[in-house]
């Protein structure tokens, strides 16, 4: 039994040290202070690097036109076991990087070597599409750091493919041809080129975000990440009547001419009148009375705006908290929208109140102990705040990264993104795909983000 006790401890520290390695190493070795009249080339000598591995750890030297300016700091990535042949240190163009040369692909099984991953996103300071990827990539290349304290080795090639290029031209590249995995593009138009690409080298293609595409339920080798709203609306709608089918349902017309979420409340009134199940519509300008009387005073309520605007979210809340001053005995949750996360900063304590869910396909809590240390750790290593965005977008690349690339190392050319396969707790964006017809994988993953009234966050993943 002693023994017994002391495995399972063993693995307790085992899966905590997995969990939190990524925020105890130091992502760079080091940064460089530029001073008058360095280059690139220089700096790599002086380091003992490539020139591609300098450039790997700083993207944006991929941004057209870009030059070393004294007073600049940049990360000096550890090196790598190869020494730096006259080869390695010819210098790449502005839009290609390779942080190792492999030559040619083989029929090593990609379970027991470098996972060769291509990155083919906007990789600039130049417009908000390129600072927002750079943040991602940036993600990526801590995940690949965390992967590798736990035994799981990555080649990362990254392009800069921005949105005037013609995706074609990087894919000449034969560092293209050799990755198991390429993550993009960030442009439609240029999916049809890649996904060509792949099926014709056996390379997966992960398209992160808002691409909705026909070559998804066609080519097997694509993974999209991206759910159109009405495929996130079909999938609410379900889980809201798996969940709360003995509810009371409450919809409260807002007013908001604007608003385009009638598209989910029309579907779930059908789906409700389908089930037999009772509701009532209201209006905010409904008198007290007449608001009343919507509500069950037998069943616990549940509340759904037609928007997800906050000047009737705001109206909304002060008219649902007087009626509870006039009928406290009322139960009352509402339903809401993932619009509404960005103003928990004032709505928190009604959405607590309220026992608020917030469907969505991702959630950030900031007061999260791994949030926390991953922001810490971004911080320390590119020596800037992660955007303040939802999602945080180096955030979303680091679970994307450690998602994929654990998957390909444990099943290789076998991994389909399913439910529990990977058996990785994401930090904000939970992932699970599903196989369309022929075709390739769409993640179907969706969360409830749950205010409790006892003031705790809970995530429900789906």
């Not at 964006?429 to 017809?437: D, Q």
Request: hydrophobic share 35%; glycine share 6%.
């Amino acid at each position: 039994m002693k023994r017994f006790f002391r495995y399972v401890l063993l693995l307790t520290v085992m899966v905590f040290v997995a969990e939190t390695v990524f925020a105890q190493r130091p992502l760079f070795r080091e940064q460089h202070k530029v001073k008058r009249k360095e280059t690139i080339f220089g700096i790599s000598r002086m380091y003992g690097i490539t020139i591609q591995e300098l450039i790997a750890a700083n993207p944006e030297m991929n941004t057209p036109g870009y030059e070393l300016k004294k007073g600049d700091y940049i990360n000096i990535p550890w090196p790598s076991q190869q020494p730096q042949s006259d080869e390695q240190a010819i210098p790449v163009s502005s839009s290609t990087v390779q942080t190792q040369s492999t030559k040619g692909r083989d029929d090593v099984d990609i379970r027991q070597r470098a996972i060769r991953v291509g990155i083919m996103l906007p990789l600039h300071k130049v417009n908000g599409d390129g600072k927002r990827m750079l943040e991602y990539y940036r993600g990526i290349l801590m995940a690949c750091d965390s992967l590798r304290d736990n035994g799981i080795s990555t080649d990362i090639r990254a392009w800069n493919v921005a949105e005037d290029t013609d995706i074609r031209t990087f894919l000449e590249d034969p560092k293209a041809a050799e990755c198991d995995v390429i993550i993009g593009p960030l442009y439609s138009k240029m999916v049809k080129p890649l996904a060509d690409f792949a099926t014709a080298n056996d390379i997966r293609v992960f398209i992160p975000f808002s691409i909705n595409t026909h070559e998804t339920l066609v080519n097997r080798n694509i993974l999209q990440v991206y759910q159109s709203q009405s495929e996130q609306n079909d999938a609410f709608v379900n889980h809201f009547m798996d969940r709360f089918s003995d509810t009371h349902p409450v919809f409260i017309d807002c007013n908001d001419t604007t608003s385009q979420k009638g598209i989910f409340t029309f579907g779930l009134r059908r789906r409700l009148e389908t089930k037999g199940i009772d509701y009532k519509i209201t209006n905010l300008n409904s008198s007290e009375t007449m608001f009343f009387k919507s509500f069950s005073t037998t069943k616990h309520n549940m509340v759904i705006l037609n928007t997800g605007r906050s000047k009737e979210l705001n109206a909304a809340m002060a008219k649902l908290n007087g009626l509870c001053l006039s009928h406290p005995e009322l139960q009352i949750s509402v339903f809401g929208y993932t619009e509404w996360m960005l103003y928990t900063r004032h709505q928190l304590e009604n959405f607590y109140k309220f026992d608020t869910y917030i469907p969505a396909t991702f959630h950030t809590d900031l007061a999260s102990p791994r949030t926390s240390r991953i922001q810490t750790k971004y911080r320390w290593n590119f020596h800037t705040d992660m955007m303040n965005a939802l999602p945080r977008f180096a955030i979303t690349g680091f679970d994307h990264a450690y998602f994929l690339l654990k998957g390909l190392h444990m099943y290789g050319k076998d991994f389909t993104g399913g439910s529990g396969m990977v058996g990785y707790t994401p930090i904000q964006t939970p992932l699970h795909f599903e196989r369309i017809g022929n075709g390739g994988l769409q993640n179907r993953s969706v969360v409830f983000v749950h205010y409790e009234p006892e003031g705790r966050t809970e995530t429900v993943t789906f």
